[in-house]
């Protein structure tokens, strides 16, 4: 089992950057699927990016295709999401999620069996 534990939220102006870093302790951290997602108030926990552990592959949230990108530093046990051309609406909780040799259904937060404690990503409009 792994533990995550998310860094890099704050408050940033609409239009600019931001990467958020999860940080992963614990054995073959290599086997496991990494996730984000994002929870504003009142609402559920939306798909946000994943990155699967056997091939490598990413994919994301339509609401944030071509402005974040994932990627995995598998060396120092970190999945990093950068995320670029912010929007008032991407304000919220982001989480990091793992789930060992996940490969499928991975949009769905009920996929995930190891969540990090969240970071606050602030946008002003």
């Known amino acids: 089992q792994v533990t995550l534990v998310e860094s890099g939220g704050g408050l940033v102006q609409a239009g600019g950057s931001l990467r958020l870093t999860c940080t992963a302790s614990?054995?073959?951290?290599?086997?496991?699927?990494v996730g984000w997602f994002r929870q504003s108030p009142g609402k559920g926990r939306e798909f946000v990016a994943v990155?699967?552990?056997?091939?490598?592959?990413?994919d994301y949230g339509d609401s944030v295709k071509g402005r974040f990108t994932i990627s995995r530093d598998g060396a120092r046990n970190k999945v990093f999401l950068q995320m670029n051309s912010l929007k008032h609406e991407d304000t919220a909780i982001y989480y990091c999620?793992?789930?060992?040799?996940?490969?499928?259904?991975?949009?769905?937060?009920?996929?995930?069996?190891?969540w990090g404690q969240g970071t606050q990503v602030t946008v002003s409009s």
């Open positions: 614990g054995h073959m951290f290599s086997r496991y699927t």
């Open positions: 999620a793992a789930v060992a040799y996940g490969s499928s259904d991975l949009t769905s937060p009920d996929r995930y069996d190891v």
């Open positions: 990155f699967t552990w056997r091939l490598r592959g990413t």
